[in-house]
């Protein structure tokens, strides 16, 4: 129900503001250190990291970042590069573009790179992470699932995530792409989990206590099912829809804040 | 909370099965009389009153009613037809089609088929209707709204709606396109009303007492907002995201039910 560790994260929806006031990145660069904020942009889920490396460097000096690097890992012989796993210790935030949340994993996942993230939000660091590279963070991740359709257990499917936040799984371009569906069917699964769905341009700021603040032009949507009364989503069939009774749901815009401890949410004004 | 009369409705979210084994349509003629059934097939929200007409009137011919009547009442005079007026009071149901719902409340609104119509009902007649003929059915109705976006007040806009239930917000084609935002935003505004959202090939039987009951292949949501603890609807601008907490959701396929009254969920099988 919290972060495993005393780092920051930052979980973005998706399409955030890169050339107005720039609130989400902002922040990132704000956490990470301000003028003495030490990034990796990490390229991995991306087919296009030159392109989309350059854009985030340039946004990142330009909010202020002392040192930012493009890195591009892009297959599992560079995952174990214990040379660049060794020069993480230097940053102070680590920046997921979008993508393939699959390829994060599949490419990192326990490798060297893996834990030198790991290491860096353990010591303080800020994970930051949009679109798939938000998704990835949490211990189970949504990869895939129709989000028009009536919730149904054949909607999603799932893999294993990074694991930088435990119960919860997270969702992103929320609204823009309807998938509250999807994400309800996950809380059915589990309801230990508690759904977290971001919209684009909005980011949910999750510090180590397991407080969160909203911030950006859009909102997060919650999902607890701590009080489900009814689901039948272990005796039905794939295409069978489900029956969900008593889900609690909060939309929080920036100036909202949640506890993911008392799963209440809050007036936060950060 | 519950219907003003004596009779029933069935409120259907669209794109009901009209060739396989109509469970919709066949619970209305079941509950309009069965081989007694007397229906009148109510056109006047459609552009293509023929087409439609003769559809409903062949699958309700098909399942058995008695008596299928083909009525398009398209303009304001014929609202007024008193005879045609005194017609009604032989029909057990009333089936309004689907097409825009201001067509039906401002050609209808106030007049004596109108009338004749509720006399239907208070005499404990049903009234169904799919699409834009389920959203005609409330006090105040939804008539239109982006439902990509983000909860905003610009989202949703609303009309006086024909009234026949109190309390309750109905929205069709509901998970097919992801309009719970919009619904959302319609229960902030009052959270006296409920948000029943219906999908497609999907309806709520709800009975004079309250009791309602969701027949169909897919799913009826219920937004609860009684428990809201935060709302900025009041002093949010048109185009602020929404913040709204503690809105309690039921996801309910069919062999459920939902009580208007004590707003609870429950295992139907009626």
Redesign the interface.
């Known amino acids: 129900m919290q972060s495993k560790a005393e780092g920051v994260l930052l979980i973005i929806g998706g399409n955030e503001d890169k050339t107005g006031e720039c609130h989400i990145l902002r922040t990132f660069i704000e956490k990470a250190g301000g003028r003495e904020a030490k990034i990796a942009v990490l390229t991995t889920a991306t087919q296009l990291p030159e392109e989309v490396g350059i854009e985030y460097k340039m946004v990142f000096e330009w909010l202020g970042a002392e040192v930012v690097d493009i890195i591009h890992v892009a297959d599992r012989t560079r995952a174990f590069d214990q040379h660049l796993a060794d020069h993480f210790s230097m940053y102070t935030g680590v920046f997921f573009t979008g993508g393939d949340q699959l390829r994060l994993t599949s490419i990192l996942g326990g490798s060297t790179i893996d834990q030198a993230i790991k290491q860096t939000f353990a010591h303080g660091g800020v994970i930051a992470g949009t679109s798939a590279g938000a998704s990835v963070m949490s211990h189970t991740m949504i990869v895939g699932g129709d989000?028009?359709?009536?919730?149904k257990k054949s909607t999603i499917s799932m893999a294993e995530g990074m694991g930088l936040i435990d119960k919860v799984v997270i969702d992103q371009h929320f609204?823009?792409r309807?998938r509250?569906?999807r994400l309800?069917a996950v809380v059915a699964q589990n309801p230990n989990v508690i759904g977290v769905g971001v919209?684009e341009d909005?980011a949910l700021l999750v510090e180590a206590s397991g407080k969160c603040h909203v911030v950006g032009?859009?909102?997060v949507t919650i999902?607890d099912g701590r009080q489900i009364?009814?689901s039948?989503i272990s005796d039905s069939s794939l295409f069978?829809?489900?029956?969900?009774?008593?889900?609690?749901?909060?939309?929080?815009?920036?100036?909202?804040g949640y506890d993911l401890h008392t799963r209440r949410?809050y007036?936060s004004h950060k």
């Open positions: 989000s028009s359709e009536t919730p609204a823009q309807g509250i569906n309800l919209d909005t032009s859009q909102t999902l009364v009814h039948n069978d829809p489900l029956a969900i009774t008593n889900v609690t749901l909060h939309i929080l815009p920036d100036g909202f949410p007036v």
